[in-house]
């Protein structure tokens, strides 16, 4: 840990770099799946203003599932003052049944 961020799973630091070549060297420009890709990434190293700037390129109407974007909402909204993004994503997923986005709105209702 410390000051240095970085993805400390070995497993998700290799993909991270292989995801790092390709957009590097064989992509001029990012998708959807590209930018969410970025963003996974740079929230999994606290870079949230930077994961911030990359979640907001994203065109969710490109995507394959509006679960992960959702998700990427919610939770990039608790780094707000009042939560409204996510407040309103509650009830799109109100009977979800599990995983981390259930838990996720659990929190986030609680809050309320």
């Known amino acids: 840990m410390g000051l240095q961020r970085q993805v400390v799973n070995d497993r998700e630091f290799a993909q991270y770099e292989r995801l790092l070549s390709v957009e590097r060297y064989i992509r001029p420009t990012q998708d959807a799946d590209d930018l969410m890709a970025i963003t996974y990434y740079l929230l999994l190293q606290d870079r949230i203003d930077e994961a911030k700037t990359y979640f ?57």
Do not use: M, W
């Not at 490109?62 to 707000?80: A, E, G, N, P």
């Not at 409204?84 to 609680?110: E, F, H, M, W």
């Open 56 to 112: 907001g390129k994203v065109d969710a109407t490109k995507l394959s599932t509006q679960v992960q974007y959702d998700y990427f909402r919610t939770y990039l909204d608790f780094f707000t003052e009042n939560h409204t993004v996510a407040r309103g994503i509650i009830n799109k997923y109100a009977d979800y049944p599990r995983g981390p986005l259930a838990s996720a709105l659990r929190r986030c209702r609680q809050s309320a």
